[in-house]
Structures are given as C-alpha cells and as structure tokens.
C-alpha cells in the first residue's frame, strides 16, 4: 500500500453556535483516518488574551503553510481571518452546491433531481466596501443616464461603488465553465446578472461569458436576467447545472437556493482560488441557537466533503457523502430544522458509527 502524503487543515472554530458543529464535525473526520493533521491556531478572543491580536502573524503563517482551511462561521474577531482568507488568498470562486437528498425537508412537492451549483464571484462587486457619503463625489460631477440629473441634486445620502473587473469577470467564469465540465450533469453554464440595466458592469460580465464561453463547445451556454433566473430557479430548479453570477447576486442567491432543498443548515461552500481553498457552511453563527447543540452539521459535513475532494481525497470524499445521503434515507436521527428531535452531536455519532460500519 502507498503511503498517502499527510495534508496540514487549519481549522477555525467560529463563533456563537458554530463551535458547536465545527468540533463534532472535526471529530467525525478524525475517525476516518485520514491522512490530515488538523490544526487549531489561536484567533479571535483566545487570540486577543494571549497575544492582544485577533489574528497574530503565527496564525496567518498557519494558513499561509497549511493545504486548506475548515472555517466555522464567525461573526466577531475571528472575521479577520475570513478576510484574509478571501482576499489575502484571493479565493476568488465560491461554489455552493444546491442538492436535494431524499429525505431532507423540502419546502417543494417535488424536489427530486434538484442537483445545481452556484458560483460566486468572491472578491470585488459591492463586497469590496466602498462606501461613503455622495458628497464626496461632488468632484466627480456624476450625472444619472436615467433620471437626467446630476448625483449631487439628490442629497444627503451614501453611495457604494459596484467594480466589475475583467479579470475577476474571466476567472470566476472559466472556474464555472471547467466545473461544468467535471460535473455528472447537464454541462450547461446559466450566466444571470442585471445586464438590461447595468449595461455597463453586468453588461461587460455577460459580454465576457458568451466570449469565453466559445473556448468549451462542449458546455451549453444560456444567459438570464437576474429576476428572470430567479423565477426560473424557483419553478423549475431541476433545469440548472452551473449557474455563474457576480458577487452579490450569488450570495443572495444561493441563499435562496438552499431554501428549495430545505434550508441553510444543508448548503456547503467552498472557496477557491488558484493555490487555496477554505469550505465552510453557508449559514452564520446562529446565535439565537447558541448552547443548544441543535444546529444542522449537514452543511459542515458536506462542506468537508468539498475539503476532501479538493485535498485529492477523493474516496474518503465519497464515503462521508454516501453517509449524510444514508443519513436522510434512515431519517430517524435529524436535528430539528429537518423534523427530527436530535442534536448535534447526536448527529455526528450517527455518521462516525456508520463510517465505522461500513468502512
């Protein structure tokens, strides 16, 4: 037998409820023998007191020198880390998968062959943070194509500064485009922005798919106005296979998308650029469930399903995905958001006794 190389995982155990799924969820990893070496460096409060830094320079060099990152949702100094994460990594494409297994509660009748992924531009759009007051674009004498007026003669008020680039445009697209090619699926790529009024910044997004799109004639290429995929997604999910989209539209999005499978507490994600990856669950902290040990694993589980696969291990990827999918077709152990009366960690002992029972 070869010897399989040891990976090095940083792992961020979050804030509020988060820890609470984060730590079980490490644990069910851990008894799969993986060659893995899960790290813990210090950041957020711990970090604060014994170093005064929510996120000292020996926690950056851990991310710096590890394989990959399992983040749990933060919502207080650990945020440092998540920024670095995305921006100092420049992990440009976040990719949220939208999967309907047979017995997760679904809002939908039929939600059978729902099986599509969302992918987010990660870095620019809104999500760089500038903002400010419209005031200090009075230099700019900005006049509005549509109301025939000068920015300034509105008032008061704030602005924010919406950048579509050309090369985060072409990376996030060419990563939907070689997904849809590994993909079991419909090699199809959905292009969805608000290109019939941002001409301009939508409308360059769009013009930049349908271009690179001709460099894969064997992926499908359709496009649709954000509202207009929206409807469609909600109607007809089953129809998609990659959708591609800007930053905001893709966070609001896939966060809707989870909706028709059952809820955020099933929607992984994970974050990629070309030399690193960090995966994580969609939802937040969930403080209002805080010490309860009830939050859904089912995202972090399927997030490290991600984490597996991006590590190139590509069989222990397939046994943990087989057990969540054994876990809904038992039914009989499911947190309460899915119906059930669970913990979490009753939870994870049932897919840690399961991985055992079948190896």
Same mark, same amino acid.
């Given at each position: 037998?070869?010897?399989?190389?040891?990976?090095?995982?940083?792992?961020?155990?979050? $804030?509020?409820?988060?820890?609470?799924?984060?730590?079980?969820?490490?644990?069910?990893?851990?008894?799969?023998?993986?060659?893995?070496?899960?790290?813990?460096?210090?950041?957020?409060?711990?970090?604060?007191?014994?170093?005064?830094?929510? /996120?000292?320079?020996?926690?950056?060099?851990?991310?710096?020198? &590890?394989?990959?990152?399992?983040?749990?949702?933060?919502?207080?100094?650990?945020? &440092?880390? %998540?920024?670095?994460?995305?921006?100092?990594?420049?992990?440009?494409?976040?990719?949220?998968?939208?999967?309907? @297994?047979? *017995?997760?509660?679904?809002?939908?009748?039929?939600?059978?062959?729902?099986?599509?992924?969302?992918?987010?531009?990660? @870095?620019?759009?809104?999500?760089?943070? !500038?903002?400010?007051?419209? &005031? +200090? @674009?009075? #230099?700019?004498?900005?006049?509005?194509?549509? &109301?025939?007026?000068? !920015?300034?003669? %509105?008032?008061?008020?704030?602005?924010? =500064?919406?950048?579509?680039?050309?090369?985060?445009?072409?990376?996030?697209?060419?990563?939907?485009?070689? @997904?849809?090619?590994?993909?079991?699926?419909?090699?199809?790529?959905?292009?969805?922005?608000?290109?019939?009024?941002?001409?301009?910044?939508?409308? #360059?997004?769009?013009?930049?798919? !349908?271009? =690179?799109?001709? $460099?894969?004639?064997?992926?499908?290429?359709?496009?649709?106005?954000?509202?207009? /995929?929206?409807?469609?997604?909600?109607?007809?999910?089953?129809? /998609? +296979?990659?959708?591609?989209?800007?930053?905001?539209?893709? +966070?609001?999005?896939?966060?809707?998308?989870? *909706?028709?499978?059952?809820?955020?507490?099933?929607?992984?994600?994970?974050?990629?650029? $070309?030399?690193?990856?960090?995966?994580?669950?969609?939802?937040?902290?969930?403080? $209002? =469930? #805080?010490?309860?040990?009830? =939050?859904?694993?089912?995202?972090?589980?399927?997030?490290?399903?991600?984490?597996?696969?991006?590590?190139?291990? +590509?069989?222990?990827?397939?046994? %943990?995905?087989?057990?969540?999918? #054994?876990?809904?077709?038992?039914?009989?152990?499911?947190?309460?958001?899915?119906?059930?009366?669970?913990?979490?960690?009753?939870?994870?002992?049932?897919?840690?006794?399961? !991985?055992?029972?079948?190896?």
């Amino acid at each position: 037998m070869v010897e399989q190389a040891l990976r090095q995982v940083v792992v961020v155990d979050g $804030d509020d409820a988060s820890p609470e799924v984060m730590i079980p969820a490490v644990a069910v990893l851990e008894s799969m023998d993986l060659p893995i070496r899960f790290l813990r460096p210090l950041i957020g409060e711990a970090a604060i007191e014994a170093t005064g830094s929510a /996120f000292p320079v020996q926690t950056r060099a851990a991310i710096d020198d &590890a394989d990959a990152t399992f983040f749990g949702s933060t919502s207080g100094p650990s945020t &440092a880390a %998540l920024f670095y994460l995305r921006w100092g990594k420049q992990t440009y494409a976040n990719v949220r998968p939208c999967h309907y @297994l047979p *017995g997760m509660r679904s809002p939908l009748s039929q939600p059978e062959g729902i099986d599509f992924v969302i992918v987010r531009e990660n @870095l620019e759009d809104l999500y760089l943070g !500038l903002e400010g007051d419209i &005031a +200090d @674009l009075d #230099a700019l004498d900005l006049r509005s194509p549509h &109301a025939r007026m000068r !920015l300034a003669d %509105l008032g008061p008020g704030k602005y924010a =500064i919406k950048a579509i680039t050309e090369r985060g445009s072409e990376r996030v697209i060419r990563h939907a485009f070689e @997904l849809a090619r590994r993909r079991d699926g419909q090699r199809k790529v959905t292009v969805t922005c608000k290109y019939n009024m941002l001409h301009v910044s939508d409308g #360059a997004f769009r013009r930049q798919a !349908l271009e =690179i799109a001709e $460099d894969y004639p064997d992926v499908e290429c359709e496009t649709f106005i954000v509202d207009d /995929f929206l409807c469609r997604m909600v109607m007809r999910p089953q129809e /998609f +296979d990659v959708v591609v989209t800007p930053n905001l539209y893709g +966070d609001i999005l896939s966060d809707g998308a989870a *909706g028709l499978i059952g809820g955020l507490g099933l929607a992984p994600s994970g974050c990629y650029g $070309d030399d690193y990856g960090y995966f994580e669950s969609a939802h937040g902290t969930a403080p $209002d =469930i #805080a010490g309860r040990n009830i =939050i859904n694993p089912t995202a972090t589980l399927l997030a490290a399903v991600m984490m597996l696969r991006y590590l190139g291990l +590509d069989g222990a990827a397939d046994r %943990l995905a087989a057990t969540v999918r #054994a876990l809904y077709a038992d039914a009989t152990v499911l947190t309460p958001d899915q119906g059930g009366t669970a913990s979490t960690t009753e939870v994870c002992d049932w897919i840690t006794t399961w !991985l055992e029972r079948d190896p």
